[in-house]
């Protein structure tokens, strides 16, 4: 990406090439996925600040770097979403409240299903996931027991409200 010897120091302060992030991935040198994105980013910033914005080196650091960032970005989500859950070291979810929910969505307004993804996406963002065609996915392996309970319990009251009327019992 840039010339490391000849002009390389008096211009990047910290080189950093994809050989050397090669080479600590496969030594297990980074503690974490940021240490990792770090490196990887220091690579196309370096590109940029040592060739000229619009050349051909220049230009393809930039676009790297845009799906470098839109790629990790989901990593992070994912990885902030188990951290979150492995902190709370909540319940684990039972197929039977899996399954539940599942039916249980079939059944919702879209106004009630909107509720239900503000809920998702505050305590289990890892459950969310966009495709390309910006249909929203929800996968409820990701959703933890006390969670996926709080839904059931949300949709239940939704489903009943309409017929309270008609089965007081």
Not at 45 to 54: F, I
Request: net charge positive; with cysteine; charged share 35%.
């Amino acid at each position: 990406w840039y010339q490391r010897r000849v002009h390389g120091p008096q211009i990047i302060k910290k080189p950093m090439d994809l050989g050397t992030i090669e080479s600590k991935l496969n030594r297990n040198l980074y503690g974490d996925a940021w240490e990792f994105a770090e490196d990887v980013r220091l690579v196309w910033t370096n590109a940029k600040t040592y060739n000229q914005p619009g050349s051909g080196i220049y230009m393809v650091g930039e676009n790297l770097q845009k799906q470098f960032d839109r790629k990790f970005a989901k990593i992070k989500k994912a990885t902030t979403g188990k951290r979150k859950r492995e902190d709370k070291k909540g319940k684990e979810s039972s197929q039977e409240d899996r399954v539940r929910f599942t039916e249980l969505v079939k059944q919702l307004t879209s106004d009630q299903l909107a509720v239900v993804v503000e809920m998702i996406e505050k305590k289990c963002p890892t459950a969310l996931h966009e495709d390309d065609d910006d249909d929203l996915e929800i996968e409820v392996y990701n959703i933890d027991g006390d969670t996926l309970d709080e839904l059931n319990t949300f949709a239940d009251s939704c489903i009943k409200k309409p017929a309270k009327k008609k089965q007081k019992t």
